[in-house]
């Protein structure tokens, strides 16, 4: 079997607030759970790793600036971006 991941479009994941200050939600469109959640800082660099996420993630901890939000489930990761304030 192939190892290889599938990255879909940006559209099927939203994140918002959009910026956000304490507390994102995520919504798929499709409606799809997703086992792991991974936040980046704009250099690439893992900030946080979360599992289990019934929809929202706290970053009222994480600092100011631009971050991107990876969702994997199996072989699909979906990824977008997001403004801290």
Sequence with gaps: ???TNY???ENILSVYPN???GEIYIHLDNHSLFETVILYDITGTIIKKYWDIKGSIDIS???TGIYFIELMQGKEIRRTKFLKE
């Design 61 to 63: 901890e994480i600092s």
């Design 19 to 21: 910026p956000a200050k």
């Design 1 to 3: 079997m192939n190892s």
């Design 7 to 9: 990255i879909l479009p």
